[in-house]
């Protein structure tokens, strides 16, 4: 399709900026650019200090789109993320004050840092586009991407956040830590200056939203969307879990799977895409039981067990 090609450079700019920050993490580069043009949202999980922050900064800069950063802290109120109407004097009436929620690219950092009261501010705009203050719905600007960090739920003043908002990720990452040789290349490359203030913009704001629009574009066959029907539909059907993926979970593997191939230079899915993103995708959206989680399963190694369970659709019978 000659409209991949045509994006395909600028993707890879974008790609290459990103790896010249978070050297080694080219699969976490990737992921997170299918978030954003499967207009979804990201969540990454990770220990404090490997690089969750840059990532999405270094994202930021190298769309031409409005940058905003939510630090969440315990005493962080929704309305310092939605906006506050402050009545003003000389006009003898109030004016609305938009947040950072009102940006194309915001960075939701140590998003369970704060209360859930706060955490469920986000949902509106994650899953309408819209906000609504003092009685008021506001649209919000377009394009509009979610990526947010968190520490991992056991450290100390964590709240894990809630089912309802985790399922609004279309994404769920892990960072790691970076190989011996890796974070020996970061430690010269940082050594003068940080590799982010060379970063300049490689997609406008339009660019972007054509990007999203042709990626709704990219064909998937019938038989691969059987093939995420019935992944979804087996964590329904297993003792280990206790809440299995919603359908909403089977749109957004779609969505996400377009993204790849789009992003790899195809105009159509292949079960393989699905299979690889599957983890990313759906795991999240499980409940556990109770017992499973006493037994040590994950979330990740229940949907393995039900991924081996599946056989892939063959090439003959993907039309």
Same mark, same amino acid.
């Given at each position: 399709m000659q409209?991949? &090609?045509?994006?395909q450079s600028?993707?890879? &700019?974008?790609?290459?900026?990103?790896n010249?920050?978070?050297?080694?993490?080219?699969?976490?580069?990737?992921l997170?650019l *299918?978030g954003?043009?499967?207009r979804g949202h990201?969540?990454?999980?990770?220990v404090p200090g490997?690089?969750?922050t840059?990532?999405?900064?270094?994202?930021?800069?190298?769309?031409?789109?409005?940058f905003?950063?939510i630090?969440?802290?315990?005493d962080l109120?929704?309305?310092d993320i939605?906006? *506050?109407s402050?009545?003003?004097?000389?006009?003898l009436d109030?004016?609305?004050?938009?947040?950072?929620i009102f @940006?194309?690219i915001v960075l939701?950092?140590?998003?369970n840092?704060t209360s859930?009261?706060?955490?469920?501010?986000?949902l509106? @705009?994650m899953?309408e586009n819209? *906000?609504t203050v003092d009685?008021?719905? #506001?649209?919000?600007?377009?394009?509009?991407?979610v990526?947010?960090?968190q520490?991992?739920?056991?450290?100390e003043g964590t709240?894990?956040?809630p089912?309802?908002?985790?399922?609004?990720?279309? #994404?769920?990452?892990?960072m790691?830590?970076? !190989?011996?040789e890796?974070e020996?290349?970061?430690?010269?490359?940082?050594?003068t200056?940080?590799?982010?203030?060379?970063?300049t913009?490689?997609?406008?704001?339009d660019?972007?939203l054509?990007l999203?629009?042709?990626?709704q574009?990219?064909?998937i066959?019938?038989n691969?969307?059987r093939?995420?029907?019935?992944l *979804?539909t087996?964590?329904?059907?297993?003792?280990s879990i206790?809440?299995?993926?919603s359908?909403?979970g089977s749109?957004?593997?779609?969505? !996400?799977?377009?993204?790849y191939?789009?992003?790899?230079?195809?105009?159509?899915?292949l079960p393989?895409?699905?299979k690889?993103?599957a983890?990313f995708?759906?795991?999240?959206r499980?409940?556990?039981?109770?017992?499973?989680?006493?037994d040590?399963?994950t979330?990740?190694?229940?949907?393995?067990s039900v991924?081996?369970?599946?056989?892939i659709p063959?090439?003959?019978?993907?039309?």
């Amino acid at each position: 399709m000659q409209d991949v &090609a045509t994006y395909q450079s600028k993707i890879q &700019a974008v790609l290459e900026n990103i790896n010249r920050v978070m050297i080694g993490k080219e699969d976490v580069a990737v992921l997170s650019l *299918v978030g954003l043009l499967a207009r979804g949202h990201v969540l990454i999980e990770d220990v404090p200090g490997v690089g969750k922050t840059m990532l999405v900064r270094s994202l930021a800069k190298s769309l031409d789109c409005e940058f905003k950063r939510i630090q969440f802290t315990p005493d962080l109120l929704p309305s310092d993320i939605t906006g *506050v109407s402050i009545y003003n004097p000389k006009t003898l009436d109030f004016e609305f004050r938009p947040g950072p929620i009102f @940006g194309n690219i915001v960075l939701a950092d140590e998003v369970n840092r704060t209360s859930p009261k706060t955490q469920s501010s986000l949902l509106e @705009g994650m899953e309408e586009n819209s *906000v609504t203050v003092d009685g008021q719905t #506001l649209p919000l600007k377009q394009p509009f991407f979610v990526m947010a960090t968190q520490n991992p739920i056991e450290y100390e003043g964590t709240y894990p956040l809630p089912e309802a908002q985790l399922d609004r990720f279309i #994404l769920k990452l892990k960072m790691g830590y970076p !190989a011996y040789e890796d974070e020996l290349q970061m430690l010269e490359k940082t050594s003068t200056n940080h590799p982010l203030e060379d970063i300049t913009a490689i997609i406008s704001q339009d660019e972007l939203l054509q990007l999203q629009n042709k990626v709704q574009e990219v064909y998937i066959a019938k038989n691969i969307q059987r093939y995420i029907i019935d992944l *979804v539909t087996q964590t329904r059907n297993q003792p280990s879990i206790y809440l299995g993926v919603s359908p909403r979970g089977s749109i957004a593997l779609m969505k !996400a799977s377009k993204a790849y191939a789009y992003i790899q230079g195809r105009d159509y899915v292949l079960p393989d895409d699905v299979k690889y993103l599957a983890p990313f995708v759906l795991a999240h959206r499980m409940i556990l039981t109770s017992q499973a989680k006493y037994d040590g399963i994950t979330n990740e190694r229940a949907l393995i067990s039900v991924i081996e369970r599946i056989p892939i659709p063959i090439r003959k019978e993907m039309s």
